[in-house]
């Protein structure tokens, strides 16, 4: 399925959703106005090491980034093999893979949209639609106040 996200084109392949494609587009607008941090419908993760790369970046929370090593460390294997499995991910935004960056913060890339472009939107989406007890913007989000 092909949906329209911040001027690009993000490809799901619902294969891997255990919902009607309405409720999966329902929730992806939602998302996109800003009024979904996490996402309800069901992912069918593979039963390989890509799966188990996926269910780590569902852990990582809206608005907050993990490097590729971070990641690799916590699943015994190499930030190589972790960017392997994030291109691999049939269910971008879905599943965060846009959350996971660089050991200096950097964008390397995405599989879904225009690439390191829509990677970027979606965390400046992320972080725009976080707000502190104050009122204030926070962020998380490499090189962010």
Same mark, same amino acid.
């Given at each position: 399925m092909d949906f329209s996200l911040f001027d690009a084109t993000v490809r799901i392949?619902?294969?891997?959703v255990d919902a009607p494609p309405d409720a999966l587009r329902r929730e992806l607008r939602e998302y996109a106005r800003g009024e979904r941090r996490t996402f309800d419908v069901a992912v069918a993760y593979p039963d390989d090491f890509t799966g188990d790369v996926m269910r780590a970046m569902t =852990?990582? $929370?809206?608005? =907050? @980034?993990? @490097?590729?090593g971070a990641l690799a460390r916590d699943l015994d294997t190499s930030a190589?093999?972790?960017g392997g499995a994030c291109a691999r991910n049939p269910v971008?935004?879905?599943? $965060?893979?846009h959350r996971v960056v660089a050991s200096d913060g950097g964008l390397r890339g995405y599989s879904g949209g225009d690439g390191v472009d829509t990677k970027r939107r979606l965390l400046e989406h992320e972080t725009r639609n976080v707000e502190g007890d104050d009122g204030t913007r926070?962020? @998380?989000? $490499?090189?962010?106040?």
């Amino acid at each position: 399925m092909d949906f329209s996200l911040f001027d690009a084109t993000v490809r799901i392949d619902d294969a891997f959703v255990d919902a009607p494609p309405d409720a999966l587009r329902r929730e992806l607008r939602e998302y996109a106005r800003g009024e979904r941090r996490t996402f309800d419908v069901a992912v069918a993760y593979p039963d390989d090491f890509t799966g188990d790369v996926m269910r780590a970046m569902t =852990e990582i $929370p809206y608005d =907050e @980034t993990r @490097t590729y090593g971070a990641l690799a460390r916590d699943l015994d294997t190499s930030a190589v093999a972790v960017g392997g499995a994030c291109a691999r991910n049939p269910v971008p935004v879905v599943v $965060p893979c846009h959350r996971v960056v660089a050991s200096d913060g950097g964008l390397r890339g995405y599989s879904g949209g225009d690439g390191v472009d829509t990677k970027r939107r979606l965390l400046e989406h992320e972080t725009r639609n976080v707000e502190g007890d104050d009122g204030t913007r926070q962020s @998380t989000l $490499p090189g962010r106040d």
